[in-house]
């Protein structure tokens, strides 16, 4: 069965890199390749703050991008560094009175490598309150929490194990995006239930911010943990989505782009589960019909076939225990699946 039903607009251009929001800016190595500097007008006038992540094989590179700051320039190595170590929460570079702030790409060539670059001004949703990790080691055991926003350079996987019972959605957006309609962001994992079961969350994008529904349920968030790299093979979960590299499909904004995101190889993703489950999912896709997401059953049959969806999402229902969604990129395409089952 099918249906088709008004969503959410989802427009993007991949050729463009600099993904800003209301109150927000990520940046990527694209914006600094070939240009000596960059600026970001407005984000910093009053007070922002800025949270970086690199890779070890860019640090050669981000060591040479530098930050304006009022006593000079700071090392983006530098910042993607800081950290308190008592709680292992990313720490950040504050900026005060500096309308126009510019980044300066000190490498040859004006070369640059894999990175994400987050800044937020303080009218931002959560901006006091949201906690930052970096990917990389994150393990947080059980506590209280209303807003958390995972920064990585790399593609990771983050899980929350299962706890107390629990509101959750999770966005490809900075804590900014996370507020009622600040941003036209949907969510990609939206779950309520008693107790929660927790999830595992394939991240093929530099960020992802959760929201716990603290004011229905008075109890600690699961152990939250986060490992570098991805699976296409996943088990499947009551919620959860999967989506082409970098598509976070908030409405009118570029994709998020990376130098490791494989944009040029078809794409096959599988979500499993030992016992045959009843799945809903909606799927938007602005390829056309000779490169359309494919989606087959366990069998290996062929159940769906979807292209240039434009404004709307288009709805399907099955009973199985494994879906796969095979996908071939090209130029300035997309797709996101979201999900909900009985496992």
Known sequence: MRVTIAIFALCMQWTAARVTFTHSVILDEFDFKGQSSLTVDGLCADTCR?????????????????????????????????????????????????????????????????????????????????????????????????????????????????????GVIARLAGFDALGYMTETCPNLYYLIAQPFPGFSLTINAPIVSLLYDVQQFHFPAGEIKATIGISHTNQMGQSGFINSPGYHGCTGKPAYRSSLYDMTSPILEQITDPNPQSISYDVVTNSDRDHALIVRNSAGTEIGEFSDTGDVAQMSQVTDKSLKFSWTPTVDTYFLVRYNSTA
């Open 50 to 166: 800025i949270y970086a992540s690199i890779t070890p094989e860019s640090r050669k590179l981000t060591d040479n991008i530098l930050i304006q700051t009022a006593k000079g320039f700071k090392t983006l190595s530098a910042v993607a560094d800081l950290r308190d170590a008592s709680t292992n929460q990313k720490l950040f570079l504050e900026i005060n009175n500096i309308p126009i702030l510019t980044i300066v790409n000190g490498n040859s060539g004006d070369a640059a490598g894999p990175l994400v670059i987050y800044i937020v001004n303080q009218a931002a949703t959560y901006y006091g309150s949201a906690q930052v990790y970096e990917a990389e080691g994150l393990d947080r055991a059980p506590a209280p929490v209303q807003s958390i926003t995972v920064l990585s350079a790399r593609p990771f996987t983050i899980t929350e194990a299962s706890y107390a019972p629990m």
